[in-house]
């Protein structure tokens, strides 16, 4: 059985930064993708950064050029880097784990969450 645990979420102010992990446990995890996804309050869960099996990052649009993923295959674990920050992202974000070449844009693709870790932005 798969396990997530997120960890890193906070509050800053716009323009700031945090760094999200995701740590993995399980058998198989090698062969899935895994991808960061966020739900504000009343919204439905999207998309932000995957990297999948074979270890190609894939980025939705309000991602790139803000957030890095990262994902380490020895320890299971995989890192969002958040920079640039604004009020918009404010949501609770999670980590979860997808098909072999998963994309961050196919939310329904990708299951096996974790509790999520809050992320709020003031502006």
């Known amino acids: 059985q798969v396990h997530l645990v997120e960890s890193g979420g906070g509050s800053v102010q716009a323009g700031g930064s945090l760094r999200l992990s995701c740590a993995a446990s399980?058998?198989?995890?090698?062969?899935?993708?895994m991808g960061w996804f966020r739900q504000a309050p009343g919204k439905e869960r999207e998309g932000v950064a995957a990297?999948?099996?074979?270890?190609?990052?894939n980025y939705v649009d309000s991602a790139k050029g803000r957030f890095t993923v990262s994902r380490d295959n020895a320890n299971n674990v995989l890192c969002l880097q958040m920079d640039s920050l604004k009020p918009e992202d404010t949501a609770t974000y999670y980590c979860?784990?997808?098909?072999?070449?998963?994309?961050?844009?196919?939310?329904?693709?990708?299951?096996?969450w974790g509790q999520g870790t809050q992320v709020t932005v003031s502006s």
């Open positions: 979860g784990l997808g098909p072999f070449y998963g994309d961050a844009g196919a939310v329904t693709d990708f299951d096996s």
């Open positions: 399980g058998p198989l995890i090698n062969t899935y993708s």
């Open positions: 990297v999948d099996a074979d270890g190609n990052p």
